[in-house]
């Protein structure tokens, strides 16, 4: 005899029951961004879900249900496995709120928490002030000047020893000119002496 009505529910009843207790065993998905959930515009920014060990496919659900895409497993060990989904350049379209979900062979988990996609302008790296910035060149120039130092030193040594070569030079010549004139005035009187005088002492 066929069953009836009656017991054709009630054996409905108690598969959605056990299908339900089934979902419910499956531990909820974790959901985060990186580098994080606020990204510059136009800069890339992954999606990062994390399930259980045995995961067969992650679905990323943006703002809905209805609104998804499935992911693979990108990598898989003993106790986790993950998957992420690249957003290579954040624009408007891609803000919203994602959420996770996975597949096993025991059915679909439960949805992750909802995580925020912000978008904003990219934010001025935190350069030094205009006096930090100033002072920057100071080594530079300080090294250059210690580079031309040496050459500095040397050129005005070079100098000052050929300025002192050509006075000495000078006070050699001068020497020899007036012991030569000395030498010429001593030897006058003996050249001009009268003949027969006596000779002094």
Known sequence: ??????????????????????????????????????????????????????????????????????????????????????????????????????????????????????GTEEAISALPTGGSSESRPQPTDSSSQTAHTPQDHTLENGVRLGVAGMVLLILVAILAEAGHGQGRFQRRPQEWRPKGAPQRD
Request: with cysteine; glycine share 10%; aromatic share 6%.
């Open 1 to 118: 005899m066929a069953p009836g009505p009656p017991t054709l529910l009630g054996l409905a009843l108690c598969l959605a029951q056990m299908a339900c207790t089934q979902q419910g065993t499956l531990p909820r998905p974790s959901i985060s961004a990186e580098p994080g959930s606020v990204v510059p515009w136009g800069r890339p920014v992954s999606i990062v879900c994390r399930g259980p060990a045995g995961v067969m496919t992650f679905r990323v659900e943006k703002d809905n249900k209805y609104n998804y895409k499935e992911v693979a497993v990108t990598s898989g060990g003993e106790q986790e496995t993950e998957a992420r989904f690249h957003i290579t350049v954040l624009r408007e379209d891609a803000v919203g709120r994602y959420r996770c979900i996975y597949q096993t062979e025991s059915g679909w988990s439960e949805c992750s928490e909802a995580l925020s996609l912000e």
